[in-house]
């Protein structure tokens, strides 16, 4: 069954519409430029061609519009999207995180971590780089196993910098 692009750009539109946003508030909300957002909407990429998958934008869009992050793919396939249940807002955080960054931390399921001190050993600077390797919701064991392993491999790259590396949950 071909994926009915068009149709799913129409009911992003529709959505961000009943919600009372217009393309570029969205834009800002989802932090990217405006280009994707019409180009989601229209149902073809900026270049013209037809979208191959969903994207994490698309997921961000349906999770701005109330939807779960499957509606996209529920839309896709002819039916409609699924109203998310409602996330009570969170309590006042003293957290200086961007909002986007904030929302990210929020969602999915945490798989693992890692803090990189990046300071030398003299530095009274505490500069650190910190990992927080997120999954969807519903992925599957076999799922979480074969991104925990690209993780795996990637987190080396990130431990051969110089400093202090902490180590991550379960290692």
Request: charged share 35%.
């Amino acid at each position: 069954m071909e994926r009915d692009w068009e149709r799913l750009g129409r009911a992003f539109a529709k959505a961000r519409t009943a919600a009372g946003l217009t393309q570029e508030q969205v834009a800002e909300r989802l932090h990217v430029s405006r280009t994707p957002i019409q180009a989601i909407e229209r149902g073809r990429q900026p270049n013209g061609k037809a979208f191959t998958k969903v994207t994490a934008t698309m997921r961000a869009y349906a999770r701005l519009v109330g939807w779960t992050e499957e509606s996209a793919d529920r839309i896709l396939d002819g039916q409609e999207p699924e109203q998310a249940t409602p996330v009570p807002p969170p309590a006042e955080s003293k957290s200086d995180l961007p909002p986007a960054v904030d929302r990210e931390l929020r969602s999915g399921k945490t798989l693992d971590h890692a803090v990189v001190h990046l300071g030398g050993e003299d530095d009274e600077d505490d500069f650190r780089l910190v990992v927080i390797v997120k999954g969807a919701e519903n992925m599957t064991e076999e799922e979480i196993d074969r991104r925990y392993e690209q993780w795996r491999r990637m987190r080396r790259h990130l431990q051969a910098i110089p400093g202090e590396t902490d180590t991550p949950n379960g290692s």
